[in-house]
Each structure stands twice: as C-alpha cells, then as structure tokens.
C-alpha cells in the first residue's frame, strides 16, 4: 500500500491513533490540528496529498467548511470524514457536500484501512465497501429483521431461543453480516433489556490496555493513569457485554476474561481486592475459533466457555434472495431516516443488486443503498445509481440476477409446492408486475392476512404493501 495521507483532527491522541493505524497499513501520513493548518497543507507547495482524513467538528473551522475549500481547488482529492455523532443527518451533509467517506467516532482499524484502501486504491467490492451508514439507528427486535433464506431464519431461531436464557452465545460469521444487530436482538429480547449493553471491540483495543478497558484501574495503577477508571464489566453489570471480534484478544488477555467468566469476579488494575459482577456475555467473531484453537492463538476452554449457543450467520452470497428485500429497507429507513427523497428501487437496480455477490455482506449492500440515496436526485434509485456494480455486469462478471435468489419456478420446477409459475400459458416469461401481484395475493392468503407479517416476509415496510395492494386493487380483507 502507498500513499500520503492528512490526519486532520484538533484532538491529539485521536490524531495519533488514526496516523499509528494508518502507517501499520503502510500508508505515509501527515497531521494537522486545525482545517487551517490542514488547507495550506493541501494548497501548499509541500508533498502532495493522496487522501485526507477529516474531523467534523473542529473550533477555527469546521469539517465540513474546510471540505468545502478543498473541493474549490481540489474537486477530486478523496476527503474521509470522521465524527463522534451517529446521525444520518450529519452523514447526509457530509456526503451532500462532497465526502468521499463517512466514519463513526471511535472507528474501527479495519474500517480505517478499508475506507483508505476504497479510496486510494479501487478498494475491495467495487469501490463500494465503504462504511457511511454503519451507526443508522439499528432495528434490535428480532421481528424487526429482514431475511427470509432458510439458514438465516435457523439462526434467528436459536439466537431468540437463546436470549430468553442466562447463558453465552458466539455468533459467527464474515465481516458485516450483522452480527451486532443479532447481539443486540438478543439483549432486547432478553431478561436484562432494561439493562446496559455495553459493545466493545476487541480488536481495536492495543494489548497492553486490554485489562484496562475490560476490568477497569485506579488512580495510579500505571504511568498515564492518572483517574480512576471504570472497565466495560462493571459498566454492563446487570445487562450484557457484547465482546465483537473475540478472536483477537492476546492469549494473556484471554487467560484473565476467562477467569472473569468463571468466576464473576473482576479485579481492576492496581486494585485490592475483586468485585463480583453480574453479566451475560455474546461474543462475535469473523475467525474460525476452531482453526485458531487448532493453532494455538484461541484457548480451548474459554472457546467452550464463550461457545455454550454457538450461532453461525451465512454471507450473503449464500441468502441471495434477501439481496432486494433489504434493499428496499435500507432505502425506505434511510428516506425516513434521513430526509432522502429516494424510498424505492427499480427492478433494474435489485437485478444489479441480486447479481453481486457482496463480499462486505449486508453493510456493505446498506453502505451502497446509503451513498446511492444521498447522491440521487430522484424518487426511485436505478441501475445508474451504482454504477461500479453495473460496470462489472455489463462486463459480464456478475451471476445471473436469478442465480441462487429463491426465484419463482417453472410450472415442471414447482411440483406441488405452493408458488406461481414464471412462464405464462402463451410459452413467455411473465411480466414482473404479475409476478410481484401473484406473490403479495400468496404471501396475504398464507399468512391469513396479518398485514405485520406479510409485510415483514416479504422485506418491505408496511406504508409500501398497503401502496401495492392499491396498485394491485388487492383487498386483504377478501384474501384473510
């Protein structure tokens, strides 16, 4: 990796710990502490830059003021901005105004790199890995969950059964497939939903702080403690502590949570004594914990500790059929959500969509629905709308948008299970708005007319199926 990155940032030890990631990543980095300082670094005659990463609220001028001066004289310079709020508004604005990325306060390294990769580099998933809109408020509720493909609803199964019990639960899985909003459907369908739930990311933590954060110091403990510090265990105390990327915790660090586990009890760093602590823990992982116990980097027993209701969420290559569905939620969440005048694609769009096989999973297909909104103008994201995805069909290396999507079958397909056919009386394929009609009339007659339920199954929100049924002249009531 190459490249001259500008850290921009009135916070220090902000400033130094994006410049240490992104310098691990081999990138070469500059710092500034004010959009200022930053501008004359960008106008000036010193190195040039390749990428900035950019505070949103700074005191002499703010992010996006200083982004508005770089794209008069540097249109195409790639500007990531960072901010500490978790509002689709502030998200919009930033990207309205020319951000090339968005990231949310503290960001995760990989997300760091990937952003920077994306930008400077055609990144991985098309240029279009990219994580503007991984802090939109989450639907916790497990009804609240789009997804309908066999292995996937396995899953929600056991992590619902699971949350009613005291007991740990693993979830597996690629990188963004959700696997947090999973962790937090399990708080909120658990005993403790009035409780904390603490996240931490274990991996964003450096090693010798991870007995710091997780079980907290007194004043003086170490060289820089200069308060004392409440670790995320005594925070979660009555609710849940949500350990994501388990599997890079150190073998040192692993041997004292486990013995946390065990007991209930945690000592702080530099404390007399322990305290006992009541809390349930999921931990999340996108390792194969049991290749890395194999190894030697995962102890077998807090694996089996941590393991007790293992749950395994499946890419999203492997539920395809969930591609559009969640499509039209982002979409309709973020025109809710954020002002966005677009609320719907257009079949041309989910074909494209449904053809990508996703490597970044379902934040990745939400963080392309999110810049696609921000950047249409209309009521209706098309096909043009994600453009990289579409180059890569009209170069014909995407699958068929059919391919593994769940598709409705040929009458000689079919055999006795309830569906319609794809192919008309005449010998033609139908057209899509019969098919979709047929489908809304099935979904109403199977599920007795529950229009929640339906709504839910079929991935789109219920303003959206009642829309439909009026396109459609269908009357629920006659089909219940």
């Known amino acids: 990796m190459s490249g001259h990155v500008l850290v921009v940032d009135d916070e220090p030890g902000?400033?130094?710990?994006?410049?240490?990631?992104?310098?691990?990543?081999?990138?070469?980095?500059?710092?500034?502490?004010?959009?200022?300082?930053a501008l004359d670094m960008v106008q000036g005659g010193g190195p040039a830059v390749d990428a900035v990463i950019l505070d949103h609220s700074m005191p002499d001028m703010s992010g996006l003021e200083m982004l508005a001066e770089v794209r008069r004289s540097h249109g195409d310079l790639p500007v990531i901005m960072l901010t500490a709020h978790s509002s689709v508004k502030i998200a919009v604005e930033a990207m309205q105004a020319g951000a090339t990325d968005f990231l949310i306060k503290p960001a995760?390294?990989?997300?760091i790199v990937g952003a920077l990769q994306a930008v400077l580099e055609g990144g991985k998933a098309a240029g279009e890995l990219q994580p503007l809109s991984e802090k939109l408020p989450l639907d916790v509720a497990f009804d609240n969950i789009v997804g309908s493909a066999p292995a996937f609803q396995s899953a929600l199964s056991v992590a619902s059964k699971a949350a009613k019990r005291n007991v740990p639960v693993l979830v597996e899985g690629e990188s963004g497939t959700g696997k947090e909003v999973i962790a937090g459907a399990i708080h909120a369908a658990s005993p403790r939903s009035g409780q904390p739930l603490?996240?931490?990311?274990?991996?964003?933590?450096p090693a010798n702080l991870v007995e710091s954060v997780l079980f907290g110091h007194e004043k003086g403990a170490f060289t820089g403690a200069t308060s004392k510090h409440v670790g995320r265990f005594e925070e979660a105390d009555g609710g849940t502590l949500f350990l994501d990327e388990i599997g890079e915790l150190p073998l040192d660090a692993q041997v004292k949570l486990l013995r946390a586990l065990q007991t209930g009890q945690i000592e702080p760093v530099g404390a007399r004594g322990h305290k006992t602590v009541d809390v349930r823990i999921v931990a999340a992982t996108n390792r194969d914990l049991r290749e890395e116990v194999a190894a030697g980097r995962f102890r077998e027993d807090l694996y089996y500790r941590l393991g007790v209701v293992p749950i395994t969420i499946p890419p999203l290559r492997e539920r395809r059929a969930d591609i559009a569905p969640l499509a039209r939620h982002f979409a309709e969440r973020l025109h809710e959500e954020g002002n966005i005048p677009a609320s719907q694609l257009d079949q041309e769009a989910l074909n494209v969509l449904t053809s990508?096989?996703?490597?970044?999973?379902?934040?990745?297909l939400q963080n392309a629905v999110f810049r696609a909104g921000v950047l249409c103008e209309g009521d209706t994201l098309g096909r043009k709308d994600f453009p990289e995805i579409a180059r890569l069909a009209d170069e014909g290396l995407l699958n068929s948008p059919l391919a593994d999507t769940g598709a409705v079958q040929t009458p000689d397909q079919a055999g006795d299970r309830p569906g319609h056919a794809a192919i008309g009386p005449d010998g033609h394929v139908r057209s899509l708005a019969a098919l979709e009609k047929e489908h809304i009339r099935l979904a109403l007659i199977h599920y007795r007319g529950r229009m929640s339920e339906v709504a839910r199954r079929l991935g789109i929100g219920r303003s959206t199926l009642y829309r439909k049924l009026g396109e459609y002249a269908l009357d629920e009531s006659e089909l219940s």
């Open 356 to 364: 990508y096989d996703w490597p970044g999973n379902v934040r990745q």
């Open 14 to 37: 902000q400033r130094r710990l994006v410049r240490i990631i992104s310098e691990k990543a081999g990138y070469t980095v500059s710092e500034a502490e004010s959009g200022l300082d």
């Open 198 to 205: 603490v996240i931490v990311n274990c991996g964003a933590i």
């Open 108 to 111: 995760k390294p990989d997300k």
